[in-house]
């Protein structure tokens, strides 16, 4: 099975700082790696898709990068209504594996 | 507009059984694989299992912590999705979201409880 590691695992910014989180995955997985935005007691949502792709209605401070095992997730000016988790996922339609990392969770200093 | 409605959460004993539904509305719900993803009080995201469409044969795929005892299947006439959940351990205790399609999760129902306990 395909691991997922996120780091960092929490951290604390200003707003208007730039805030980058890493995903690693234990193979390479292509460019098949997603991201969400989840606050609490709500369900996730959807950010970036196939790594770099923001999704329809999506602020562009939100951006995403890298390909094989390396990806970036980054937000260029953090805002006081990203505090949320944020969760890197995997997927690989031909084995039909699908993998969340275990999340990051972003607050505000 | 996308809209899935989770149902059928609820509190089970271990070892009992449990059937949630999915009910979508705003797309054509039977040209869509549905997927299940379910979150541990506290914990992070776990892909449970999905179905496909009946275009592409309307198999279905599972995690394997829940291989065996959990099963999706779908009712296109009515635009709803089930997972029928047996030998419920405590270990199930989670909000189970119903979402669109298998590998990008762009719609996300708001999720029903389901709680294992004794």
């Known amino acids: 099975d395909i691991q997922m590691t996120q780091s960092p695992s929490s951290l604390s910014a200003s707003v208007g700082d730039r805030v980058t989180i890493t995903c690693q995955a234990s193979q390479d997985i292509s460019n098949y790696l997603n991201w969400y935005q989840q606050k609490p007691g709500k369900a996730p949502k959807l950010l970036i898709y196939?790594?770099?792709n923001l999704e329809t209605g999506v602020p562009s401070r939100f951006s995403g990068s890298g390909s094989g095992t390396d990806f970036t997730f980054t937000i260029s000016s953090l805002q006081p209504e990203d505090i949320a988790t944020y969760y890197c996922q995997q997927y690989d339609n031909l084995l039909s594996l699908f993998t969340f990392g275990p999340g990051t969770k972003v607050d505000i200093k | 507009e996308v809209q899935l409605v989770e149902s059928g959460g609820g509190l089970v004993q271990p070892g009992r059984s449990l059937r949630l539904s999915c009910t979508a509305s705003g797309f054509t719900f039977g040209d869509y694989a549905m997927s299940w993803v379910r979150q541990a009080p506290g914990k992070g995201l776990e892909w449970v299992g999905f179905i496909r469409s009946k275009a592409y044969g309307g198999t279905t795929e599972y995690a394997a912590s829940v291989k065996g005892r959990f099963t999706i299947s779908r009712d296109d006439s009515k635009s709803i999705a089930y997972l029928q959940m047996n030998s419920l351990k405590t270990e199930d205790t989670a909000v189970y979201y119903c979402?669109?399609?298998?590998?990008?999760?762009?719609?996300w129902g708001q999720g029903t409880l389901v709680t294992v306990s004794s």
């Open positions: 196939d790594a770099s």
């Open positions: 979402t669109r399609g298998m590998g990008v999760a762009a719609y």
